[in-house]
């Protein structure tokens, strides 16, 4: 029988080889003749709404296959949701402002200080003009790639976080908080940038840790009253030495007097930490690369992590059963003189090893008690240097070392300079006067080992550069007071894969501190508070444009710093004197978390489409988001409205380099052509949506 032949299945016009990707150019090129993305949002105009947020990408680099994995899980779900019976607005949107965008700008300037910057012929006016000027370097190449990814997404109705509506909207976010009582200022020791000399929050300051190799030096601190007696503190950042004000001990531990064989000299040291000076014996792993300043001495077999993590880890290292406490181990190379509990001990004088502080001699230089300090790595003594360690500025608040709200010793300059506070070291970056300052210890005799350490250390997600931790003034919102409220209304939302929900954010969240949002920075938008500098409780927080331009009495078209930072408005407390802004603007993830209502200019427009299509209905990004994009949305929808900002959320793995690392930061690809993204080489031998 003959076979039947369907004309429309015949396989006599299928070429040999087919180019999927020059079918794919046909289908784009297609889809453009008809407009196809715009005419199906206009045919499905009046059907219910499906609300998508799309997060602000920076354009001053171009994307790279996280935003194409990520981008191409928003495009399959909202053209489900078109093909379901719904209208799916989708606006592409830009994050125009921060430290991506002034780090590019200070490369190219040579820009290190806000001297710098000020010293340009037109200031920070030709500074923040300059940043204007490279934000949507790459746009043109964004919307090529993405349209050819086959992604349909509304590039012409774009938000940028530069414009003014958006920044005004950024304003009303802000002045409801304020409102609210959950903005205060603060002194808090934060993560800190010195290259781009600007405090961090917590989650930028997780956002990259590197393996690195550390100094690891013990102190010798001598006890006033004793002779040839000294406390002994372990510390992995020895820049922090001459700002010392403390010593800190656990008051629940056993701390022991020895008196070392060799030298006669005699140490306080926690009990079970006496493998720190002696170790060997007591299990402790002797050091490579130590280079002891006595026989015997060497590493401890933990090292911290962090800037200064001396015994602060919170779980407490006991013996294994059977085994032996330090003191019944024999070891000639010392003999125990006496045991106390470290609440004796409190209120003990020492002399400091430099005395660039001894005007502080009155209140300082003396032992404190805290339960922060532990006995699994270090001394058990924790030197404490107030402007540098969040513990040790607790400690030291609690015992009167030092006042809130008073100057504390912080003896560098905002780029992580010493200042002539510390005249040896005048000028020398921190991480630089580590090996100088040992140096100097050893001279004065206060060294009592040295060697090298790997942990685990925060960087700038930016500058790719080592954070320090300083205390600084800053503007913060009250995230800890509103917890329960982020943890109730992450429970409402739909995640995909639901383990993100229930551990990575949940656990984020748990933890959530109080949010810094302030950057001692200048392209962004600034912090609408202006403040009489001579009274600082008379301030007025600024919601919006017709607002300020009311109070100060003149017309503001841009709100940029350069052009209302001369703005001063009259006091109502004080009559005569003027409020003037204060310096700072707002950290960039302030910015794209408000994004759900800026890209409206809601509460100023678009009223009713923001309560029709808020909470998003869906939105989509990498796992990295957990403490970027997605906590600062939270953080504000709840703060603001009580509510999550999405219902559902796809959350994507990292696309990783050959090497491990997160492409976007894999440092050897940024030096190949390969990290500049042969897309549309890639995309002519392979098909991206057929």
């Not at 078109?82 to 799916?88: A, K, L, W």
């Not at 020895?258 to 792993?285: F, H, N, T, W």
């Not at 709100?559 to 004080?574: A, V």
């Amino acid at each position: 029988m003959e076979e039947k032949k369907d004309a429309a299945f015949s396989t006599t016009n299928i070429p040999e080889r087919i180019s999927f990707p020059g079918v794919e150019e046909e289908v784009l090129g297609y889809w453009k003749q008809i407009d196809a993305f715009q005419t199906s949002l206009k045919r499905s105009e009046g059907k219910p709404e499906f609300s998508f947020f799309d997060g602000p990408p920076f354009a001053t680099g171009l994307p790279h296959y996280g935003h194409i994995l990520a981008g191409t899980i928003k495009d399959v779900v909202t053209r489900y949701a078109h093909q379901t019976g719904h209208h799916v607005n989708r606006r592409f949107g830009w994050d125009c402002h921060g430290l991506p965008i002034e780090f590019e700008i200070d490369k190219e300037l040579g820009i290190k200080s806000k001297e710098d910057v000020m010293a340009l012929p037109g200031g920070l006016k030709e500074y923040n003009s300059r940043c204007r000027a490279i934000v949507m370097r790459y746009s043109s190449e964004w919307e090529t790639r993405v349209t050819r990814m086959g992604r349909w997404i509304d590039f012409k109705n774009d938000y940028k976080t530069l414009d003014r509506n958006y920044m005004e909207s950024v304003w009303w976010v802000f002045g409801q908080l304020y409102e609210k009582k959950y903005v205060f200022r603060g002194f808090k020791v934060m993560p800190y940038s010195t290259h781009c000399a600007t405090p961090l929050s917590n989650f930028e300051a997780g956002m990259d840790y590197r393996i690195v190799k550390d100094p690891e030096i013990v102190v010798k601190f001598p006890v006033e009253g004793e002779e040839n007696t000294f406390f002994v503190a372990w510390t992995t950042t020895p820049w922090t030495i001459p700002s010392n004000l403390a010593l800190c001990v656990n008051p629940e531990f056993d701390y022991v007097k020895v008196k070392d064989a060799k030298s006669g000299e005699m140490y306080y040291v926690c009990k079970a930490r006496i493998s720190q000076l002696y170790p060997g014996k007591g299990g402790a792993k002797p050091a490579e690369e130590a280079a002891p300043e006595q026989e015997g001495e060497a590493k401890a077999a933990v090292a911290g992590s962090g800037q200064k993590k001396n015994n602060r880890k919170k779980t407490k290292a006991k013996p294994a059963a059977g085994e032996k406490e330090e003191e019944e181990v024999k070891d000639d190379r010392y003999t125990v003189l006496e045991t106390v509990k470290g609440s004796q001990l409190e209120g003990r004088k020492y002399s400091p090893p430099f005395d660039y502080f001894a005007k502080e001699k009155d209140k300082a230089f003396r032992v404190i008690t805290g339960d922060f300090v532990t006995n699994d790595s270090g001394t058990g003594i924790v030197h404490c240097s107030p402007a540098f360690g969040e513990e040790d500025y607790n400690a030291c608040l609690k015992h009167g070392v030092i006042n809130r709200g008073e100057g504390i010793a912080c003896p560098i300059d905002d780029n992580g300079r010493f200042t002539d506070e510390v005249p040896d070291f005048k000028g020398l970056h921190v991480k630089a006067a580590d090996d100088g300052i040992t140096a100097l210890l050893k001279t004065k005799g206060r060294l009592y080992s040295k060697t090298k350490s790997e942990h685990s250390y925060p960087y700038c997600w930016r500058s790719g550069t080592p954070l320090i931790y300083r205390a600084v003034p800053s503007w913060f919102i009250r995230v800890e007071e509103i917890k329960q409220k982020l943890l109730k209304n992450n429970e409402s939302t739909y995640w995909v894969p639901d383990h993100v929900k229930s551990g990575r954010f949940h656990n984020w969240l748990e933890d959530a501190k109080d949010w810094a949002v302030s950057r001692n920075r200048y392209w962004g938008t600034p912090i609408p508070i202006w403040i009489n500098k001579d009274d600082l409780e008379d301030r007025v927080c600024i919601s919006s444009v017709a607002q300020l331009e009311q109070l100060a009495g003149q017309k503001v078209d841009d709100l940029h710093r350069e052009n209302i930072d001369h703005i001063t408005i009259p006091s109502t407390k004080h009559p005569g004197q003027v409020l003037r802004r204060v310096e700072e603007v707002f950290d960039c993830w302030f910015e794209s978390g408000s994004m759900p209502y800026a890209q409206l200019h809601y509460p100023f427009e678009n009223k009713e489409l923001f309560e029709k299509t808020f909470p998003a209905d869906f939105i989509a990004e990498g796992i990295d988001q957990t403490r970027g994009w997605f906590y600062t949305l939270l953080v504000l929808s709840t703060a603001l409205f009580d509510k999550p900002a999405w219902k559902n959320i796809v959350v994507n793995g990292l696309v990783l380099a050959a090497d491990g690392k997160k492409m976007s930061k894999c440092y050897e690809l940024l030096k190949t052509k390969f990290q500049r993204l042969p897309l549309d080489e890639i995309l002519s031998f392979y098909p991206a949506f057929l």
